[in-house]
């Protein structure tokens, strides 16, 4: 059987792609020694590959910040501001990617949202109305060109035209439906040049197939597709989902002229009886993702072979493959010197997957694979019961009740108790959390880890720095003080290193977006809460100032969402243990004082099913009151804020008020207001504030800038209930420009008071 790899890690081993590309940011490197590192960052992925028995590896999977955004520049669909910038290519791309502030001009960065329910961020690109869809760029072909001479022969991936049509915005008049033509012809034109390069395969992209599809959405696909397929006549398309089933458009796919359908056998929880009530053509390729491309689980070869056997006796012609994309795990185990052996051999990360593919593959062809010692060493690792059971978290689990989830008195009057326990000015100003994590503090935590200093050493050097950091609040002038998460590398990693029931890694770095990573901790038995894990941080930073100190968590469906999950049991029951530890932090953090405490839930919204059928029943039914079982124990006058790192909750607003939070605060620079509108329509109870400026970029905001955003914001919101903040933490910024924004920011909340 073949093997096949939907895309790559491409960071690097140790994130070479991240250190020199931020190292070409700060003009440390040149843009040939960024291209460089690139190419040999390639080379290495690729021939890893080969040498692993891949038959079909991708090229073009390869990007400098996000194949959403290669895909878009491939097509010219880059908006004039940035054009105008007058850059060289790789600079206006870096320019749409992470905004532009020089000699050049001023411009934002483009959107960036969430790709699907990953932790992974694309950037939307943007059509304006004179833009001209057609192929102008050479990167596909030249990957595939730098891998041919490697001897490699590679199948360039692109997104796919739906894809890319349903997820660009439109800025100007024209909508979707104006640039269809355009698109077919730029993708015919891509599809004529790969086969002018007499390239084999070309994987298509489209995960957008997995989510609901309205008749409209599938005449688009036919649209698109009825005309383009026709152009390839030497190269072969496969058509690639993930994330998900394609039961909308399933039958009509099988009927289309591709040569290769790729399906998700993970996530897509019907994609077997699709293909067993409608069939699949004998004379195309099925790619079978059955190798999962998003946790870190070593594959259980007894239940793959099994359907990989059920489709072979139906004289399918099986290619098995990855899920999705390898981006979503690291990129290897090699690195984990201090896990142990048996936990490392429940494990595959990139690297390991290739692994799996092969021996899977070879199993696949034997008659009789149960004699192999691949096959039996997997029976014997699935056979012998894993160490990770707890009796008393199962125990207190089981004795709470539905008034756990219940914080009384209701909220509109703890509103009440709290504005006259805190006398806020009106708009308070606050910020979310972290501060710049600079390289003294990134030092710092690294020579404890190596044992180069004491704990002492490294406790007295962060509280060093909440002490700076208090006062140069207070020096700015903000009204919430926070005291900066010096001590975290990561938000979720640092909560997973501190519950029982988690384990951690050294360099299992997973991209999220652009050069940023995360080290996603892994839930390997039942969570508890062993000790106090915040709380002398908390009251440290409350002890230097008079004003109200945030206590800072992180709540329990982020926590989980941004982890690798266990298999062996329900996401809800683990979300379920992890609230009841936060629980016990909240508590505490009040009972030593601390009366305001944010629990973010960055990735509530973001790991919403694709499908609307299966909001409430799968997810929200659970995670709303997981959260508020994290809070209910609190007193009326302590007021519990929340924060999301997304606005795009249009339509699950009430969901979000009925996690009972006193504040909310979210990400919406980014994005236009609308959601503002919508709050107003439901009612929104929750005190809220809208990011007023963008984090995830240098630029530094103007006054005006925030004074306008602000005006706007409170033509469709209470006054009593506005606060004025950033959209996320600042941890990825630099004291420079954090210490501008943020006082231009008060300023504005000043301005807008008279
Ligand atoms: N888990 C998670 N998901 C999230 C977010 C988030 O905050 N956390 N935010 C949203 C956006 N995504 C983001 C993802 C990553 C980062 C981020 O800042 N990542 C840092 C890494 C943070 C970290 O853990 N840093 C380590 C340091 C790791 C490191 O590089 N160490 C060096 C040594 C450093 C030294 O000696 O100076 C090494 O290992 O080589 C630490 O602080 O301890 C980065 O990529 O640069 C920000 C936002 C959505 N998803
Ligand atoms: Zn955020």
Not at 108 to 117: C, G, V
Not at 266 to 283: A, H, R
Not at 565 to 585: V, Y
Request: charged share 25%.
């Amino acid at each position: 059987m073949q093997t096949s790899v939907i895309g790559f890690p491409r960071i690097g081993t140790l994130r070479e792609l991240k250190f020199a590309s931020e190292k070409y940011f700060r003009n440390e490197i040149s843009a040939q020694q960024l291209l460089d590192t690139a190419e040999n960052l390639r080379k290495i992925h690729w021939t890893t590959q080969q040498s692993a028995g891949i038959d079909y590896i991708p090229c073009n999977d390869f990007s400098f910040y996000d194949i959403f955004l290669d895909t878009a520049a491939l097509f010219n669909i880059i908006p004039k501001r940035y054009k105008e910038l007058q850059l060289p290519e790789l600079d206006t791309y870096f320019a749409m990617a992470r905004g532009y502030q020089g000699k050049s001009g001023d411009v934002k960065a483009l959107a960036m949202k969430k790709w699907f329910n990953t932790n992974y961020h694309y950037i939307v690109a943007e059509v304006e109305d004179d833009t001209d869809i057609q192929l102008v760029g050479e990167k596909p072909w030249n990957e595939y060109n730098e891998a041919k001479a490697l001897g490699i022969l590679t199948k360039p991936v692109i997104i796919g035209p739906y894809t890319l049509m349903k997820h660009c915005r439109y800025t100007g008049e024209k909508k979707l439906a104006d640039f269809v033509d355009a698109v077919v012809s730029a993708y015919q034109d891509f599809v004529k040049k790969c086969e002018e390069l007499e390239i084999a395969w070309v994987q298509f992209d489209e995960p957008a197939l997995v989510q609901d599809m309205t008749a409209d959405d599938i005449a688009l696909f036919h649209r698109l597709y009825d005309e383009l397929l026709p152009a390839a006549k030497t190269s072969k398309i496969l058509l690639q989902t993930y994330f998900g089933d394609v039961r909308n458009i399933y039958p009509d796919l099988i009927k289309m002229d591709f040569a290769g359908i790729g399906l998700d056998f993970i996530e897509g929880k019907q994609t077997l009886s699709l293909i067993e009530t409608c069939g699949f053509p004998k004379k195309k390729l099925l790619f079978a993702g059955l190798v999962n491309g998003k946790n870190i689980w070593k594959n259980h070869y007894e239940k793959t072979l099994k359907v990989l056997k059920a489709l072979q006796e139906k004289e399918n012609s099986v290619v098995l493959s990855t899920s999705c994309s390898l981006l979503h795990v690291p990129y290897t185990l090699k690195h984990e010197d201090k896990l142990s052996q048996t936990f490392i051999s429940y494990f595959a990360f990139a690297e390991e997957k290739l692994e799996e593919l092969h021996e899977l593959s070879i199993l696949a062809d034997v008659a009789d694979y149960s004699s192999h010692a691949a096959y039996q060493n997997n029976q014997k690792l699935f056979a012998q019961p894993r160490d990770c059971y707890n009796d008393a978290v199962k125990d207190r689990l089981a004795h709470v009740t539905e008034a756990d989830y219940v914080r009384l008195p209701k909220r509109s009057e703890r509103q009440a108790l709290q504005k006259k326990e805190f006398g806020l000015p009106e708009f308070p100003t606050t910020t979310i959390g972290s501060f710049p994590q600079t390289k003294d503090v990134k030092a710092n935590r690294s020579a404890f880890r190596k044992g180069e200093i004491t704990r002492q050493e490294y406790e007295a050097f962060n509280k060093q720095k909440i002490a700076d950091c208090v006062k140069w609040q207070e020096e700015i002038g903000l009204d919430v003080l926070v005291h900066g998460e010096y001590e975290r590398n990561d938000m979720v990693e640092y909560f997973g290193e501190a519950l029982g029931g988690f384990l951690f890694t050294e360099k299992a770095w997973v991209q999220s977006y652009g050069t940023r990573c995360v080290k996603p901790p892994i839930i390997w038995g039942d969570v508890f809460r062993e000790k106090p894990i915040t709380v002398d941080w908390s009251v440290y930073a409350q002890s230097l100032t008079k004003k109200i100190m945030k206590g800072m968590l992180t709540g329990p469906v982020t926590i989980l969402n941004w982890s690798f999950p266990r298999e062996d049991i329900s996401i809800k029951e683990s979300i379920s243990q992890i609230a009841l530890a936060i629980r016990d932090e909240v508590l505490d953090l009040e009972a030593n004082g601390i009366k305001m405490i944010q629990i973010d839930e960055a990735a509530l919204r973001e790991k919403l099913p694709l499908r609307k059928s299966d909001w409430y029943s799968e997810y929200l039914d659970f995670a709303i009151p997981a959260f508020r079982l994290t809070h209910s124990g609190v007193k009326p006058e302590t007021q519990i804020h929340t924060h999301m790192c997304y606005s795009e909750f249009t339509d699950i607003i009430p969901a979000i008020d009925d996690m009972d939070a006193d504040v909310i605060t979210f990400e919406a620079s980014r994005s236009d207001l609308q959601i503002l509108d919508s709050l107003r329509e439901h009612h929104f109870e929750t005190e809220v504030g809208p990011g007023v400026y963008d984090i995830h970029s240098p630029r530094v905001p103007s006054v005006e800038e925030i004074v306008k955003a602000l005006n706007l914001m409170l033509t469709k919101i209470d006054r009593e209930k506005l606060w004025v903040n950033p959209d996320c933490g600042l941890k990825t910024r630099g004291v420079p420009e954090t210490d501008a924004s943020l006082r231009n920011m008060v300023e504005a909340a000043k301005q807008i008071r008279k």
